[in-house]
Every structure is written in structure tokens, then in C-alpha cells.
T-cell receptor, first 111, second 116 residues
């Protein structure tokens, strides 16, 4: 069974601070995605990483895929209140394309 | 195209009643997925369709659950004899796959089910 473990589960920080969210698995995934979800809404895709060691940047967000394609991280620089939400990592499983999600990281950024 | 639409957005039902949810995917997407999400957790896969064929069902999908995608367009998810443990957000997602699995998923806003 493929599982993804996210840490931390909760994070409350002040505006302007940096943070990192981790996503780890014992399984190899062909690709991994990061989503952001706001209360009462569906997840919105932020990025897909495919190649081991790949780094992608999206404004203040930096995503990294581990060399062995078993882990990933999301780093946010100078967090803002608008970054508040549930961050989810998800691995794409085999040819079905179904997503295996981590438990999520709830981020609160206080002004 | 307005994205993936789900209806209703909220449903409150009494235990033992049947409920049906609808998902309208992005029109050119051939794959449609159903997920269930409880508060503060990540979504869990339930089932998926490629066109009108249901190709996989999770063990989470008991015999009280049934999903259809007639003509490969919209999909419905029915829960019979609802239980309080069915209370969750039911999410639909669609993607286009040609050959390799697509990485471009679009989720709907979900249907929040509360069983009282």
C-alpha cells in the first residue's frame, strides 16, 4: 500500500516567516503534486514534479522532489496571510492516475 | 468551460435515507475520479471512470455506494441507507489522459454531506 506522510500537520506562524512542509513515502512515485485547499472548496493544483531532484518555483513557493522520487518538500518564503490554507501532497499511482494524498498540513499565517 | 461542477454543494440527510450527487467534468476530459475527504484530512480515492467504464473501485466503496457515468459525460454517486460515518466532503475530479496518465487534475468544489 502506498502511503504519504506529511509533516507538520499544523503550523501557525507570523507574517514574514519562512516555513517548510515535508511529504515522505516508502514508495516511489512517478510524479508528485502539491495542492492548496481552502475551507469548503476543492483542492487547487499548485505544481507537479516529475524528475528526481527537480526544483520548481512558483513566486514565493519552492517545491523539490527527492532524488529517489519518494519524498518532496514545499518551502514558503516570507509567508503572507493569503497563504493560509490546507496544503496537500499527492502521488500519482501507476497507470490509473489516481492520487494518493498525504494527511495535509494546515497552515495559518497571522498578520 | 467553467471547470468541474458538483451538485448539490451541501446535503443534510437523515440516517437511512438515500442520497445522490452529480459531477459534471470538464467536457474534453475522459477520466473522472471520486474522492472522499473528512475534516482536516487528505482526500481518499473512491473510484474512477475512463469514459463510461468504471475501471477501479476502492475497498472504501461498500455495496451501499454506486457510481455511474452514462455516455462518458457527467457522473453520479449514490449512497444508499446512509450512515453517520458517511458524513464527509465528496470530491469529483477530472483529467484528460492519452497514453500516459495525465498530471492535469481539476477538482470540483465538492458536496458536503451531513448525515444526522
Amino acid at each position: 500500500t502506498q502511503l504519504l506522510e506529511q509533516s507538520p500537520q499544523f503550523l501557525s506562524i507570523q507574517e514574514g516567516e519562512n516555513l517548510t512542509v515535508y511529504c515522505n513515502s516508502s514508495s516511489v512515485f512517478s510524479s508528485l503534486q502539491w495542492y492548496r485547499q481552502e475551507p469548503g472548496e476543492g483542492p487547487v493544483l499548485l505544481v507537479t514534479v516529475v524528475t528526481g531532484g527537480e526544483v520548481k518555483k512558483l513566486k514565493r513557493l519552492t517545491f523539490q522532489f527527492g532524488d529517489a522520487r519518494k519524498d518532496s518538500s514545499l518551502h514558503i518564503t516570507a509567508a503572507q496571510p493569503g497563504d493560509t490554507g490546507l496544503y496537500l501532497c499527492a502521488g500519482i499511482s501507476g497507470n490509473t492516475g489516481k492520487l494518493i494524498f498525504g494527511q495535509g498540513t494546515t497552515l495559518q499565517v497571522k498578520p | 468551460d467553467t471547470g468541474v461542477s458538483q451538485d448539490p454543494r451541501h446535503k443534510i440527510t437523515k440516517r437511512g435515507q438515500n442520497v445522490t450527487f452529480r459531477c459534471d467534468p470538464i467536457s474534453e476530459h475522459n477520466r473522472l475520479y471520486w474522492y472522499r475527504q473528512t475534516l482536516g484530512q487528505g482526500p481518499e480515492f473512491l473510484t474512477y471512470f475512463q469514459n463510461e467504464a468504471q475501471l477501479e473501485k476502492s475497498r472504501l466503496l461498500s455495496d451501499r455506494f454506486s457510481a455511474e457515468r452514462p455516455k462518458g459525460s457527467f457522473s453520479t454517486l449514490e449512497i444508499q441507507r446512509t450512515e453517520q460515518g458517511d458524513s464527509a466532503m465528496y470530491l469529483c475530479a477530472s483529467s484528460f489522459v492519452q497514453g500516459s496518465p495525465s498530471r492535469g487534475y481539476t477538482f470540483g468544489s465538492g458536496t458536503r454531506l451531513t448525515v444526522v
